[in-house]
C-alpha cells in the first residue's frame, strides 16, 4: 500500500507541477524516457531496465525545477539463489540549461530525493528507504515547426542510502519530452 500511495503521489507531482507552474510565466515540460542502470554489486545484480516520468518548470532561460520518478527493476543470482531487485527513486532536480544552438539545449543536473529498494532473495522479501541524490547532464535535441517536442538523453549517478550501506548507481536514459506554455 505504502508503495502504492507513493507512486500516485509521485504521478500526481509529475502531472500537476506544470498545472501548478502554469500561475506563473516560463515554460512547463512533461517527458518519459527508458534506459539502463549499472547497479552497485550489493543488490545482487548487475544492471536493471529503468524507466523515468519527469515533470518540470523553466524557472528562467537557465534554470529549470523537476520532479522525477524513476523505478529500475531486474533479476539476478546471488550464488544458485534467484534474487528479483526492484529500486524506485522520487526526486527533486535542479537543472542548468545551455543553449548553444535554438534547437539543442545540453543540461546539467543535481537531485535530491529518496529511494525504495526492495530485495526478494530465495522467496524471502526485504526493503528500505533512505536518502538519495544524484548529479549528471545530458542534451535536448528539439524538433518540428515550434521547437515543442524534444529528444531527450541524460547520464547520471544516483547514489542512496538502504540496508545501512551506500550504493553508487549510474544511469543512462533515453527519451522524449514536451514543453508548453510561457
Given at each position: ?8 503521489a509521485l504521478v500526481l507531482l509529475c502531472v500537476g507541477a506544470p ?55 531486474d533479476d539476478g543470482m546471488v550464488g544458485a539463489t534467484p534474487v ?75 547514489s542512496e542510502d538502504s540496508f545501512d550501506d551506500s550504493s553508487t ?14
Open positions: 500500500m505504502k508503495k502504492v500511495t507513493l507512486f500516485a498545472a501548478f507552474a502554469a500561475m506563473n510565466e516560463g515554460e512547463k515540460e512533461i517527458g518519459v524516457g527508458f534506459g539502463q542502470t549499472s547497479v552497485d554489486d550489493d543488490l545482487g545484480i548487475d544492471s536493471a531496465t529503468h524507466y523515468a516520468v519527469r515533470g518540470g518548470y523553466a524557472i528562467n532561460d537557465r534554470i529549470q525545477i523537476e520532479g522525477q520518478f524513476s523505478s529500475a527493476s528479483d531487485t526492484k529500486m524506485n527513486l522520487i526526486m527533486v532536480n535542479g537543472m542548468w540549461n545551455f543553449h548553444p544552438r535554438d534547437h539543442i539545449t545540453p543540461f546539467v543536473l543535481v537531485g535530491l530525493g529518496r529511494s525504495d529498494v526492495e530485495v526478494e532473495l530465495g522467496g524471502t522479501t526485504v526493503d528500505d528507504n533512505g536518502l538519495a541524490y544524484q548529479f549528471g547532464g545530458g542534451s535536448r535535441f528539439f524538433f518540428g515547426k515550434q521547437k515543442k517536442a524534444a529528444f531527450r538523453f541524460d547520464v547520471s549517478l544516483v548507481h549510474m544511469n543512462a536514459t533515453a527519451g522524449f519530452t514536451w514543453r508548453f506554455g510561457n
